[in-house]
């Protein structure tokens, strides 16, 4: 008999598959990824701690005034002012949400449906400037709007964008006008 016909007439059966190997496996990742996330949930509680000093943040008044500047978007957190990295995450500043602004004489009014609502009144607005991220966000060169703002003795930066991006240039434009209004008054 020739070598092929050999071959062709040896049984061979088709490989079986190691189920157990498998789901050994899969059970070992989903608890790598559990860890994972574990580890990443205490770093978040862990610099919420860190942050405990950082006054609670102002509600706002019964009436601020009228509205000078409304806007819906998106705020996308807060840092420690000039270092776009360093996430304040204390009285919950560091959670992402849905974002109602308004300004008025009174202040900066935000109000984050699923998320706590704060005040920034006029006295405490240091600054406005368009930007391009903050932690955990980039976008494009001046698609994100940035108000500087004291909170106890700490200058913050929380990123916002509007659902309009062109209404940003006037956000700054009047907070900036109104926070020199506001200095000049002092």
Known sequence: MTPEILLAAEKQS???????????WLVGLALFIAL?????????KWRGTLQGGLPEPFTAPEEPGPARLSMSGRYHG????GQWLDRIVAHGLGTRSRVELTLTDAGLDVVRPG????????????GA???????????????????????GDRLIDS?????????????VETLNQMINKTEGAR
């Not at 807060?78 to 002012?81: D, N």
């Not at 990123?159 to 956000?171: I, L």
């Open 129 to 151: 400037r368009l930007d391009k991220g903050i932690a955990g966000k980039v976008l494009t060169e001046g698609g994100l709007l940035v108000v500087t703002w004291e909170l």
């Open 36 to 44: 994972v996330y574990w580890l990443m949930r205490e770093g978040w």
């Open 14 to 24: 088709a490989e079986v598959t190691d189920w157990a190997a498998r789901i050994g």
């Open 78 to 81: 807060s840092t420690t002012a």
């Open 159 to 171: 990123g916002f964008r509007s659902d309009q991006a062109a209404e940003h240039n006037d956000w």
């Open 115 to 126: 998320a706590s609502d704060f005040f920034v009144p006029a006295d405490r607005l240091r």
